[in-house]
């Protein structure tokens, strides 16, 4: 089992900026991709960014693009989700995944999942 644990949520104004971690545990050796997700009010949950945790090839939402910027520390099991020019919708939680597979844009794919930290963008 993989436990992951989120972490930077918090309010900002529009255009301010956030950096969100998850720290993992357990089996970490099994990790091949992390993601992170969000599920905004009334919204289903959406595809943000994704790592490979080996190679570090990223991958992102177009909503995201340019924005937001996905990173990993192996040596502290640790990926973060550096946000910048933040927009009131952005405003969601915010979920860490991680997947023993080539996972990459569907939850589906994903094999464990932290508990969710809140993004609040005031306009």
């Known amino acids: 089992q993989v436990r992951l644990v989120e972490s930077g949520g918090g309010l900002v104004q529009a255009g301010g900026s956030l950096r969100l971690s998850c720290t993992a545990s357990?089996?970490?050796?099994?990790?091949?991709?992390m993601g992170w997700f969000r599920q905004g009010p009334g919204k289903e949950r959406e595809f943000v960014a994704a790592?490979?945790?080996?190679?570090?090839?990223?991958y992102y939402a177009d909503s995201v693009k340019g924005r937001f910027t996905i990173s990993r520390d192996n040596a502290k099991n640790t990926m973060y989700l550096q946000m910048n020019s933040l927009k009131p919708e952005d405003t969601a939680v915010y979920y860490c995944?991680?997947?023993?597979?080539?996972?990459?844009?569907?939850?589906?794919?994903?094999?464990?999942w932290g508990q969710g930290t809140q993004v609040t963008v005031s306009s």
């Open positions: 357990g089996r970490t050796f099994s990790i091949e991709r």
């Open positions: 790592i490979s945790w080996s190679g570090g090839s990223t």
């Open positions: 995944a991680a997947s023993r597979w080539y996972a990459r844009a569907s939850p589906d794919d994903y094999n464990y």
